[in-house]
């Protein structure tokens, strides 16, 4: 599973890669998470505003934080 976390640097940026990192870890996902940071990068994605969350391509959370459980399900449902 390839986990992208799409954000300029911000407080909730860092957070959603933060939280999703201690996901994979309890979840026990073979999962590799990845920054992007760069704008041009993160409008590829369509996303209007961060964080973004991209689950092996594809956009699964933009523009807000997710509670811990809800993150798990997201990951959950795009590992099935």
């Known amino acids: 599973m390839e986990i992208k976390?799409?954000?300029?640097?911000c407080a909730k940026c860092k957070q959603l890669e933060?939280?999703?990192r201690e996901a994979v870890d309890e979840?026990?996902?073979?999962?590799t998470v990845e920054k992007v940071t760069e704008l041009t990068d993160i409008m590829?994605?369509?996303i209007m505003s961060t964080p973004?969350?991209?689950?092996?391509g594809q956009v699964r959370l933009a523009g807000r934080l997710p509670k811990m459980a809800e993150l798990k399900s997201i990951l959950q449902?795009?590992?099935a």
Do not use: C, N, S
């Open 77 to 79: 449902r795009a590992g």
């Open 27 to 31: 979840m026990g996902l073979a999962a």
């Open 44 to 46: 590829e994605y369509g």
């Open 18 to 20: 933060k939280t999703v």
């Open 52 to 56: 973004g969350l991209v689950v092996d």
């Open 5 to 9: 976390i799409l954000g300029t640097g």
